[in-house]
């Protein structure tokens, strides 16, 4: 089993920046491929980022994401620039035990899941 916590939600100006985090335990993080998810009110849950041995991003929200990781911590990072409205969502921290080259961007394909952290874009 890996447990995942995320932090760094909140309320934000649009054009303003934001950076989440989630740590992991339960498995060797090295191991893990690890993704970002976010669901706003009324909307299906979406890819936007993902990273094993390279990192990739939704279309949508490419060139304003830096996703990383720091193995040492176990710990992986979303780097969030010149937010809208449109980001205002619960973004969840998600993880495969299986380490691939590129994140894979449904979400039945990951196994693990964090409690979602809400992100609020005010205009």
């Known amino acids: 089993q890996v447990q995942l916590v995320e932090y760094g939600g909140g309320l934000v100006q649009a054009g303003g920046s934001l950076r989440l985090s989630c740590t992991a335990s339960?498995?060797?993080?090295?191991?893990?491929?690890m993704a970002w998810f976010r669901q706003a009110s009324g909307k299906e849950r979406e890819f936007v980022a993902g990273?094993?041995?390279?990192?990739n991003y939704a279309d949508s929200m490419k060139g304003r994401l830096t996703i990383s990781r720091d193995n040492a911590k176990s710990t992986v990072y979303l780097q969030m620039n010149n937010l809208n409205s449109e980001d205002t969502a619960v973004y969840y921290c998600?993880?495969?035990?299986?380490?691939?080259?590129?994140?894979?961007?449904?979400?039945?394909?990951?196994?693990?899941w964090g409690q979602g952290t809400q992100v609020t874009v005010s205009s």
């Open positions: 998600a993880a495969i035990s299986t380490y691939y080259y590129t994140a894979p961007t449904t979400d039945r394909s990951y196994h693990y």
């Open positions: 339960g498995r060797t993080f090295s191991r893990l491929t």
């Open positions: 990273i094993g041995a390279n990192a």
